[in-house]
């Protein structure tokens, strides 16, 4: 069995450290050394779509699942992103590699997903003509955009909300296990959260408040049970059943795939120990292949 060169061995550290957690980062390794293994087999061909695409033909060939398969191709893709920056490889090559497509699930579906175009009508739905209309339109955007937890949501101050690098994020907010993660938002988000802030008359404390019958707000933040019941009410509106706050953060999990971003950093956006729970979340046919 033919082991990965000192040259290989240099781009997969070049990956992994990067790499948010110890299981990911071993996990990443394994599946770069089996696909040089296999590169080195076929005597070693110039990275390119073309043989992305054969490799995976070669592991369906090996009957490994989708997720295996799947988790194969983050970390090249992965490589093909840390090539192109250290210019070891051209944009045209690395979007090639990143464009290959991963193995749709197969049996039970984990949850629900929106199409982009659906989550466009979530977002169109709150009537902004009032107070309540503005709030739950902004907590959409951050359910949907930022992929909050609803009790993430429920807790989230306006000190969370800051500029790094140039754009906005949400800074340390903490989840389940008391882990502390940032959160990158939007512009889109951000612009339904100034919103909310200027006509509720916000500037500190919690961002998402009650607002009474009368369209009035009211001190005490909303609570996580609020916040199911608000997507429930749109649910119903928009002929969405099933779909509930949870569904909302896979929906962000599978946007964000879908626009290139790395599936490590969706892990770290969700706060995941583990990138199969991230997979699980952009699992299955569900509106979009």
Known sequence: KPKSTAAEQKIINMVIDGL???????????????FFVWHAGENRPELNKALINRYVKSLRGRKLSSSTINQKLSA????????????????????????????????????N??????????????D??????VRDRALLAVLIGCGLRRAEAAILSFHHIEQREGR?????IVG????????????????????WKTVAHLDEGFVFRRVNKGDNLMGESITPQAIRDIVNSYAGKLQNQGIAPHDLRRTFAKLAH??????????????????????????????FN
């Open 258 to 287: 879908k626009g290139g971003s790395p599936i490590d950093q969706i892990q770290l956006s969700l706060g995941h120990d583990s990138i199969q729970t991230t997979e699980k979340y952009l699992g299955g046919r569900a509106g």
């Open 168 to 172: 906005w994020a949400i800074v340390d």
């Open 113 to 126: 997903w929106l199409t982009k175009e659906d989550a466009q009508k979530w977002l169109n739905a709150p």
């Open 176 to 195: 389940k296990r008391d882990k502390m993660r940032t959160v990158p938002m939007p512009s889109w988000a951000k612009a339904c959260l100034d919103a």
């Open 76 to 111: 090249i893709r992965k490589l093909a992103t840390e090539a192109e920056d250290n210019n070891l490889i051209d944009s045209r090559i690395a979007n090639g590699v990143r464009a290959v497509r991963g193995v749709p699930f197969r049996g039970r579906r984990t949850g």
């Open 20 to 34: 948010p957690s110890e299981n990911s980062r071993r996990a990443y390794r394994r599946h770069l050394e089996d």
């Open 128 to 133: 902004t003509k009032t107070l309540k209309g």
